[in-house]
């Protein structure tokens, strides 16, 4: 592409279309790099940026758990609550905001509360879905905001910094996947040498003393055996084979 379209086409990008609701129309949902994409301008020139947006992603997706490690430690009564969908498994959102807005009425008027009852844990609930529209709102934001700064730092790229991030989109991940084969091959290695050291840890003059052991030990035991003059004569012949006569 570069070649039938100039160094140019690496400082380009192009609208992002796609297929809605099945239809076979197309629409644009923001913008896509002709070559260089968007998610490796956002983490080499824009990390900061990107960085931040990511952290609020990731808040979000933990206020997701704290939301079902809460329910969880409701007892059976608890759960009966009207703040609890019929299956048990989410909070009605609705109710909620209604019981945390009357307990916080309570609270300002000094009433206390047990710190594991019901009660502060509705409160916990509505504080985090207060926090969860608050990052929704910001984090739509903020993307909007990253997309357009990726969009112009691609269209005024410099040579250089669009010399370096060919080089992150094609040489960095291949010298990673050459030395990742490297390393398979070195593993491959030591766990060949690895079977083989296991196969022979015990080795031939191991087995030779051994053997010499339980040889002795098998002769000295003939010398308590009793029999008849040819069975004796037939173990001695034995013990002189066992002790190298």
């Known amino acids: 592409m570069i070649k039938t379209e100039s160094f140019q086409a690496i400082k380009q990008v192009d609208p992002n279309m796609i297929k809605k609701n099945g239809k076979d129309k ?10 260089i994409p968007f998610e490796l301008v956002q983490n080499s020139l824009l990390k900061e940026q990107s960085d931040a947006l990511n952290e609020k992603n990731s808040r979000l997706s933990e206020i997701s758990s704290e939301y079902d490690e809460i329910l969880e430690s409701f007892n059976e009564d608890d759960k009966e609550s009207d703040v609890v969908n019929e299956d048990k498994s989410a909070f009605v959102s609705k109710e909620v905001k209604k019981m945390a807005k009357n307990i916080r009425k309570d609270l300002k008027k000094g009433i206390t509360y047990e710190e594991e009852s019901l009660e502060l844990k509705i409160v916990q609930v509505d504080d985090l ?4 529209k608050q990052l929704k709102a910001q984090i739509k934001k903020e993307s909007e905001l990253l997309v357009k700064a990726t969009k112009k730092t691609i269209e005024n790229l410099s040579d250089e910094q669009a010399y370096e991030l060919l080089e992150l989109k094609w040489i960095t991940p291949l010298v990673s996947e050459l030395t990742k084969l490297t390393n398979e091959e070195f593993n491959k290695l030591t766990d060949r040498i690895k079977i083989l050291s296991e196969k022979y840890s015990t080795t031939y003059f191991d087995l030779e003393k051994e053997i010499k ?3 002795h030990s098998l002769s000295e035991m003939i010398d308590d055996l009793v029999g008849s003059e040819y069975d004796m004569k037939a173990l001695k012949a034995f013990q002189n084979l066992l002790d190298g006569e």
Do not use: A, K, R
């Open 213 to 215: 052991e339980t040889e």
């Open 129 to 132: 879905y207060n926090t969860e």
């Open 26 to 35: 197309e629409v644009q949902d923001g913008w896509t790099g002709h070559i």
